[in-house]
Structure formats: structure tokens, C-alpha cells
């Protein structure tokens, strides 16, 4: 019963969701900050005089602050989640599924700022919740999916 509850246990560590540490922080951060600025800068300006600023620039100035702000929750919520059947990788624009059948291999080079994956059409996938910014821990990650990779090629 324990080697069964071991086997679980790595099982279930491997399975973990894969999210960028400092990408999530900065873009958080950046997306707070400039919505503070601008907001504050959007009601510091005067309302009347030659060089007034009405309304309907205001409420531009922060509907430019929530576009920017929602850009910055994308980049900060960039993640892969693995579960039996495959791996979902959220990038900051689009979403991909892909099966473990389809995952041929898991790349992180050198010079790469994530982790790419080969597929079998032949099309890489980034999976940007494993950065390079993230510096030791992204190689650790990056090798954790390799593992799960090889993990699920051996269970089929």
C-alpha cells in the first residue's frame, strides 16, 4: 500500500500546473502600476481652463488603462495544465489542448526564452509558463515536463 501511495504521490507532483514565477509577478505589477498612473493622471488634470481635459477624454484615458491592464493579466496568467489526457497551455492570446500522443518532444535551449514543445504536425507550441526569467527553477520545470512527457509516451 505504500508504494502505491508513493507512486501517487510522484504521480500527482508531476501533474502540477507549470506557471512563470517572475512573469506573473512583473506583469501583475506593471498592469497595478499603470493603472494607478494613469488613473491618477487622468484626475490630476484640470477640468477647466485653455488646456482642460473633459469628461469623455477621462473616461478614454481609462479605458486605454484597462485595455493595458487586461494585456498585463494575460501575461501574467500564462500556464500549462496537465491532466490525464493532455497538457492545456494558455499563452497570453491563445489557448492550445493538446493530447500526449500529440506532444513529440520538449525543447529548452540555450538561447530559447521558453520551453517549446514539438508536435506531431509538425507546428512547436510555446509554453511561455516556463521562462528563462525564471532562471533555475525554469530548467527544473522544463525538466519536470520532459519527464511527465516521457511518463505519459510510457503509459500508452
Known sequence: ???ETGESDRTAALHRPFVSRKGRIAAWAMGIGQFLAIGAWAL???WSGPTSVGLTDRLSMMGV???IGWGMSRFGGVRATPTEDGLKVRNILL???LSWSEIE???YSGSAPWVSLATTD???VAV???QRADGEPAQKEAERL???VAHHHRSS
Open 105 to 107: 518532444d520538449v525543447h
Open 65 to 67: 488603462a484597462v485595455f
Open 1 to 3: 500500500m505504500t508504494g
Open 95 to 97: 489557448t492550445r489542448t
Open 146 to 148: 520532459a519527464r511527465l
Open 44 to 46: 490630476m488634470l484640470p
Open 122 to 124: 509538425g507546428d512547436p
Open 128 to 130: 511561455m509558463a516556463i
